[in-house]
């Protein structure tokens, strides 16, 4: 997942929600963990940069801890950047660079943030022309399902505004007594990741009818589904 914001949130007005259909409520929770699939076709979207315009994780991050404090985090601790570099791990990178902003913030702590965060975002991140076709999908045969690098914990309420069956996205490490660590649990679901955690989610014989991404990270869940979409959304504003 990349770091640099490609373009700052836009406050005009947000795009119109995609229909959900009237037996699912477009406010539930969005599964995450609970296995297997009903027999609908499976419709995966990776989320930064597809769905969005923009990075959700780094936005998230500067409304949370400030532009200034963002912007620093870097020069202040330089280990960062220079550790990624030499191992290339954007899960190590992420679960740092997170931990260094908010420090042991405790999971619920983090929860009502990101409520907020949606809150005043709301569909803004959207991209029009990626919700036109993630609204086409919506038909009874077909589930929706975003599959992201970017917190599992923090995409599932974005899941919940736009209707999705299952958000699938990193998991971020909590110790015993439900504080922030350091560290990721389990890998950065990027890559071959997105495709081990699908067949975790819905079963070691999941094929995905279609799937829609823009990085080299989504091109292992691209090449695991029947219709590939690689770049095909480029609106943001309506």
């Not at 373009?7 to 037996?23: D, F, M, N, V």
């Not at 609204?135 to 914990?153: E, K």
Request: glycine letters at 8%; proline letters at 6%.
């Amino acid at each position: 997942m990349p770091l640099k914001i490609k373009g700052e949130i836009s406050h005009a007005e947000a795009p119109k929600k995609p229909k959900t259909r009237k037996t699912k409520s477009a406010a539930a929770k969005p599964r995450s963990d609970s296995p297997a699939s009903d027999g609908r076709k499976i419709i995966a979207f990776d989320f930064d940069g597809t769905l969005t315009y923009t990075d959700s994780f780094v936005a998230f991050l500067t409304y949370a801890s400030g532009r200034l404090k963002m912007g620093t985090a870097f020069l202040k601790d330089p280990g960062l950047l220079t550790d990624y570099l030499k191992t290339k791990d954007r899960g190590a990178l992420k679960s740092r660079l997170l931990y260094k902003l908010l420090g042991a913030i405790s999971q619920n702590e983090l929860e009502i943030l990101i409520r907020s965060y949606v809150a005043t975002t709301g569909m803004n991140l959207f991209r029009p022309d990626a919700l036109e076709a993630w609204g086409a999908h919506d038909l009874p045969d077909r589930q929706r399902v975003i599959v992201t690098a970017s917190p599992q914990l923090l995409v599932a309420p974005f899941g919940a505004l736009i209707g999705a069956d299952r958000v699938i996205g990193t998991r971020l490490g909590f110790s015993a007594d439900g504080r922030l660590l350091p560290r990721l649990d389990g890998p950065n679901c990027r890559g071959q990741e997105k495709v081990r955690r699908l067949r975790e989610a819905f079963g070691p014989d999941v094929t995905l009818d279609a799937a829609y991404g823009d990085t080299d990270g989504d091109r292992d869940m691209l090449a695991f589904a029947r219709q590939p979409h690689y770049r095909v959304f480029t609106r943001r504003t309506v």
